[in-house]
T-cell receptor, first 111, second 114 residues
Framework: GDSVTQMEGPVTLSEEAFLTINCTYTATGYPSLFWYVQYPGEGLQLLLKATKADDKGSNKGFEATYRKETTSFHLEKGSVQVSDSAVYFC??????????FGGGTRLMVKP | DVKVTQSSRYLVKRTGEKVFLECVQDMDHENMFWYRQDPGLGLRLIYFSYDVKMKEKGDIPEGYSVSREKKERFSLILESASTNQTSMYLCASHRGSSYNSPLHFGNGTRLTVT
């Protein structure tokens, strides 16, 4: 079946540092790919998505590029802020409207 | 804005009790989902529903059942709660017409079974 693997956390960074959270997937065909973010005490919300190879999703300074050749969708941000502290989930959506989530990566940004 | 509302933020129940977790969405979404979230395990799908009175098992349905009598409401039922069902439960909804449309989540219910 489909699976999504992302780097384990927590990831601890200082403010204004560069962020990368790795995500790779295995799937039949070409899924749509998503990053969701969960702020403390809240449910998940969509951060960005990409629906086909070489697409770049972006939002709030975060970016991720759909790399078919490496089956990856790594999340990046050039300069993180304390307010970016959250848990980040990578997900893949294949046929049938079913999302497969990665295990989540907790990001902690220190001032 | 889509709103998915879960009726309780925190619940404490005793082993063996019957537990109802309620979820309501206000955007006429066809699809609704129940997940549980546990540290290190991410989100695991319990049950989902494509339409009123329809339900499908997810990856971990054992010990749970669901009810969808109205389109906007999807209930998760623990027939006889056990301590290993202590978890964060997340409800989500999704417009069924496009598989690229995002899931919309509620804020979660943290259930503790003692």
């Amino acid at each position: 079946g489909d699976s999504v693997t992302q780097m384990e956390g927590p990831v601890t960074l200082s403010e204004e540092a560069f962020l990368t959270i790795n995500c790779t997937y295995t799937a039949t065909g070409y899924p749509s790919l998503f990053w969701y973010v969960q702020y403390p005490g809240e449910g998940l919300q969509l951060l960005l998505k990409a629906t086909k190879a070489d697409d770049k999703g972006s939002n709030k300074g975060f970016e991720a590029t759909y790399r078919k050749e490496t089956t990856s969708f790594h999340l990046e941000k050039g300069s993180v802020q304390v307010s970016d502290s959250a848990v980040y989930f990578c997900a893949a959506n294949n046929a049938g409207n079913m999302l497969t989530f990665g295990g989540g990566t907790r990001l902690m940004v220190k001032p | 804005d889509v709103k998915v509302t879960q009726s309780s933020r925190y619940l404490v129940k005793r082993t063996g009790e019957k537990v109802f977790l309620e979820c309501v969405q206000d955007m006429d979404h066809e699809n609704m989902f129940w997940y549980r979230q546990d540290p290190g395990l991410g989100l695991r799908l319990i049950y989902f529903s494509y339409d009123v009175k329809m339900k499908e098992k997810g990856d971990i349905p054992e010990g749970y059942s669901v009810s969808r009598e109205k389109k906007e409401r999807f209930s998760l039922i623990l027939e006889s709660a056990s301590t290993n069902q202590t978890s964060m439960y997340l409800c989500a909804s999704h417009r069924g017409s496009s598989y690229n449309s995002p899931l919309h989540f509620g804020n979660g219910t943290r259930l503790t079974v003692t």
